[in-house]
């Protein structure tokens, strides 16, 4: 596609709950990020690939979360038993560069995840 | 440790008018990146403009300019002409030394164009 492609866009769950988000990056892209981004806050690093290899994990809140990426491009980000403080628009975001300390990312338009 | 710190978390111009978002920063580093990224209400963020460390030009993309100051860790984003379409949160950004694949994000400022 054209861009970073993410769904679902909107996602309610009730607590307890396990959800799934997909993020399809643009094509070529050897980077992948995953970011918790909170109301009126800049996003926060979850986790990074490097085609299929998660590099860094360090960013994932607790073992409820867990990312894969298995061919190198789509990605998921698993949520299990979801809580109330997971609520919060998750981005991905694919780079050409496997360095992106100099270059551009990327981003979908998010998915925000409610959890009641 | 790095951080970034953006001063203003709300703003408010008319349309047409200069508008600048302020940025401050710290780091050990000698050489590195800076960012400003916009994110509108679609929640898309894109890259507006970028600035090289070592370079004492600063970086301008059509109506976007920075206005970095080095020495004193200051990377502000002007827009000027501001348009309706320029309505959005924006992000200062740049990398930790001791990672080339990290970002660190200040906290944003929403800017409001008015018609």
């Known amino acids: 596609g054209a861009g970073v492609s993410q769904s679902p866009r909107y996602k309610v769950a009730k607590r307890g709950q396990d959800v799934a988000l997909r993020c399809d990056p643009i094509?070529?892209?050897?980077?992948l990020f995953w970011y918790q981004q909170a109301l009126g806050q800049g996003p926060e690093f979850l986790t990074y690939?490097?085609?299929?290899?998660?590099?860094?994990k360090s960013g994932l809140p607790s073992d409820r979360f867990f990312a894969e990426r298995p061919e190198g491009s789509v990605s998921t980000l698993k949520i299990q038993r979801t809580q109330q403080e997971d609520s919060a628009v998750y981005l991905c975001a694919s780079s050409l560069l496997r360095a992106i300390n100099t270059g551009e990312l990327f981003f979908g338009e998010g998915s925000r995840l409610t959890v009641l | 440790a790095q951080t970034v710190t953006q001063s203003q978390p709300e703003m408010s111009v008319q349309e047409a008018e200069t508008v600048t978002l302020s940025c401050t920063y710290d780091?050990?580093?000698?050489?590195?990146?800076l960012f400003w990224y916009k994110q509108p209400p679609s929640r898309q963020m894109i890259l507006v403009i970028r600035q090289e460390a070592y370079k004492q030009q600063n970086a301008t993309e059509n109506r976007f300019s920075v206005n970095f100051q080095k020495a004193a860790k200051s990377f502000s984003l002007k827009i000027s002409d501001s348009q309706l379409g320029d309505t959005a949160m924006y992000f200062c950004?740049?990398?930790?030394?001791?990672?080339?694949?990290?970002?660190?994000w200040g906290a944003g400022t929403k800017l409001i164009i008015k018609p």
């Open positions: 950004a740049f990398p930790p030394p001791d990672s080339n694949y990290q970002l660190i």
């Open positions: 094509s070529g892209h050897v980077s």
């Open positions: 690939f490097q085609n299929e290899a998660q590099l860094d």
């Open positions: 780091t050990s580093e000698n050489n590195y990146y």
